[in-house]
């Protein structure tokens, strides 16, 4: 599913209208219908943590769904050692693999 029909689906399942979340989320509403029919690409963290608020959804899991990585988690990965070369020989395994 791609970020835009995510979007989407969590505004009509909360049964907002564009206008409403474009509003909270201090973006127009012709730019939310954008996102949602993927003829742009994600909006700034910053875009997202709002748009998360206005949808009443968790801001990690729409920020990796826009394909990138939470704050949160960067700071995990980036101040733990062990989990860093966990996930190195994750992608080394995966690699190896394809």
């Known amino acids: 599913m791609s ?3 995510f979007i989407k689906n969590i505004r009509k399942h909360m049964e907002l209208k564009q206008a409403e979340v474009a509003e909270q989320t201090g973006i127009e509403a012709s730019y939310l219908s954008k996102i949602e029919k993927d003829r742009v690409a994600p909006p700034s963290e910053e875009v997202l943590i709002k ?3 206005a949808l009443y959804h968790d801001p ?3 920020i990796y769904k826009a394909g990138k990585i939470p704050p949160d988690i960067r700071e995990l990965i980036l101040n733990d050692e062990e989990l860093f070369f966990y996930l ?3 992608l080394e395994e995966k690699q190896k693999g394809e």
Request: proline content about 0%; glycine content about 8%; hydrophobic content about 40%.
């Open 3 to 5: 970020f835009g029909t």
């Open 88 to 90: 190195q020989q994750k």
């Open 51 to 53: 748009l998360a608020a």
């Open 60 to 62: 990690n899991e729409i």
